[in-house]
């Protein structure tokens, strides 16, 4: 689908350059991610992936906005506290950029649900914050043959990993084959 007048005029900076152009900016807006989590990994890449004109978002969290996490979690506001984080990066991310399409899926990403949430996707964005949820996300990513892109954060440091095996790349897996022992580990 070719891009509308006025998401060539909110472009344009992209498009100038040379790297991206308008061919970079029609693969943009024909691309997919499913984002697991809203807080403080999700909210920076989901403004900026918004605001860059990504024509899906999908989103799956299972909480709600707190007061307490509103200095980290910049995709929210005070409005929004006590109300599904969902709705909340939804709202924003339209206000954002209303050409985006952002579609919810309420709950936790699992092993059970994994394959059928990240079927429709292009790509896999893990902001999730337990061991669990990243080890379902590389799983699926794995099966189904997608990029994964996996952010970790604690205190002052953070990573971000591009695992994509199907490339000839290692997994998550590859680097820590076994969840640590509970409690082994600070959140």
């Known amino acids: 689908m070719p891009l509308l007048p006025e998401e060539a005029d909110r472009y344009l900076r992209q498009t100038m350059l040379a790297e991206l152009g308008d061919t970079g900016q029609q693969r943009l807006k024909n691309s997919s991610i499913l984002c697991i989590g809203t807080g403080g990994l999700g909210s920076p890449a989901l403004l900026y992936l918004a605001a860059a004109g990504l024509g899906k978002i999908g989103l799956i969290d299972p909480d709600q906005v707190e007061l307490s996490n509103l200095h980290r979690q910049i995709l929210h506001d005070t409005d929004r506290v006590n109300t599904p984080k969902l709705h909340s990066a939804k709202a924003r ?3 954002i950029n209303p050409h985006v399409e952002v579609t919810l899926h309420p709950g936790r990403f699992t092993p059970e649900n994994s394959l059928d949430l990240l079927k429709d996707y292009d790509a896999l964005l893990d ?9 379902a996300a590389n799983d699926a990513a794995f099966f189904l043959k997608k990029p994964l892109i996996h952010g970790a954060i604690f205190q002052f440091e953070g990573q971000v990993t591009v695992f994509a095996p199907h490339l000839g790349g290692p997994c998550y897996r590859c680097l820590l084959p076994e969840p640590p022992p509970e409690g082994a580990v600070p959140t």
């Open 93 to 95: 991310l339209q206000q």
């Open 127 to 135: 902001g999730s914050d337990n061991f669990p949820t990243r080890f």
